[in-house]
């Protein structure tokens, strides 16, 4: 189950949604099944006299169907998903042990594809699964062996044609397997809670190797961060031990967040104004947070998702919703920067938007700190 009732509702509310969901999954079991509760949100049920996959498929559908109504729960109607993993006796394993490895790696790739409905074992399933735990394992460690590292992309001022800030990105220097991006690793950091402790350190150092620069930092910020108690104050010490001024780090956060309860948001948006750091919404324009909304949430940035800056020289709608989205925004005193820019002409019809900053390929892919300082020292990054 993915309910993420121990963040949002607390843990007393989150032991009686597991509670009902126990009792929802044991009416629908037989007197020769068994269930038991793995701990977290997870369950595993062993289903005696099962023939075939079909009668597998229908089970789960009943599962499925159990849980279409809300989890009612101290006036809250607490809506749970679930996501299923198979695995058959005696095809895929003749013990307890690996068959629930197998059915536990069908159910992980159902988590990362969609959050819900279910998949039978395969050999190759079971295999990403072997190795998403070998990264798993050599994540705990990457943070002590001192294995993460920052690159940093330019953001260019459009109005003075300077560099004047630039995005922290996170890499994984591994030993063996080399430079890692962020999308073989972040999901595992944010799954383990590991992602709490690594953002701790890219805001620290992101903040150290940009200190004596004249540019602000922006860093992002995910969902599970954003939820961490006392989120402010936390920043706060980095930023002092840092000896890094609060007005110039920028916290990225992504619009998925915003489907969250906004009130809390509102909240910690305010905690963090009121603290002098900067916030900005990632990716706009990916669905989640409307215009009205917007002028709610005391931010400082509005990030335009590249979707909308990729085709922009030739297509009128994007023209049309950059645009509107710019002058949106500059209503509301909020600064707008351009994503994923990757050629001139893109750049000129951003200026003539009216854009405030913005950051692509075109003007530098992330670099480490020293390739970044030679290039602004060259001064390739100003444009006429």
């Known amino acids: ?12 509310i989150a032991d009686q949604v597991l509670r009902q969901a126990a009792e929802r999954l044991q009416s629908i079991l037989r007197t020769s099944d068994t269930l038991s509760h793995f701990g977290g949100t997870h369950f595993a049920m062993v289903l005696a006299d099962v023939h075939d996959e079909r009668e597998v498929a229908s089970f789960i559908q009943r599962v499925a169907r159990a849980f279409a109504e809300p989890i009612p729960v101290e006036k809250l109607g607490v809506r749970v998903e679930v996501a299923s993993g198979i695995a058959l006796y005696p095809n895929d394993g003749d ?35 072997l190795e998403r735990l070998n990264r798993e394992a050599a994540l705990y460690q990457a943070l002590e062996r001192d294995e993460f590292v920052l690159y940093f992309q330019p953001q260019l001022n459009l109005s003075s044609q300077r560099v004047t800030g630039v995005e922290a990105v996170l890499r994984w220097q591994h030993p063996e397997w080399g430079l890692q991006t962020p999308d073989r690793f972040i999901d595992i950091l944010e799954d383990t809670g590991l992602i ?39 920043i706060l010490h980095i930023l002092r031990k840092a000896q890094f001024p609060a007005d110039r780090l920028e916290l990225e956060l992504t619009e998925r967040l915003f489907m969250d309860d906004p009130q809390q948001i509102i909240r910690v948006l305010k ?55 710019i002058e949106l925004c500059h209503t509301l005193g909020i ?14 019809k951003l200026v003539a938007l009216g854009c405030d900053m913005a950051q ?25």
């Not at 005391?298 to 645009?323: C, G, M, S, W, Y």
């Open 1 to 12: 189950f993915s309910p993420e009732v121990n963040t949002s509702f607390g843990e007393a």
């Open 335 to 348: 600064g707008v920067v351009a994503e994923g820019v990757e050629d001139r002409q893109t750049l000129e």
């Open 196 to 234: 709490v402790d690594v953002g701790d350190w890219v805001i620290g150092q992101a903040c150290r190797e940009v200190r004596d620069l004249p540019l602000a930092v922006s860093v992002n910020l995910s969902p599970r961060q954003f939820r961490h108690p006392d989120l402010a104050n936390r």
């Open 360 to 384: 692509g390929y075109y003007l530098s892919r992330p670099l480490p700190m020293d390739q970044l300082l030679a290039r602004l020292d060259e001064g390739v990054f100003q444009f006429e």
């Open 95 to 129: 013990d307890i042990d690996t068959l629930l490895l197998y059915a536990g790696s069908a159910r992980a790739q159902v988590q990362e594809a969609s959050g819900v409905g279910y998949q039978f074992h395969t050999a190759g399933l079971h295999q990403r699964t």
């Open 271 to 325: 905690e963090l104004r009121d603290c002098g750091i900067q916030s900005s919404i990632d990716d706009y324009g990916t669905g989640y947070c409307s215009l009205q909304y917007l002028k709610q949430l005391p931010i400082n940035v509005l990030k335009i998702d590249r979707a909308f800056i990729e085709t922009l020289v030739d297509d009128r709608a994007d023209q049309a919703i950059v645009r509107s989205t």
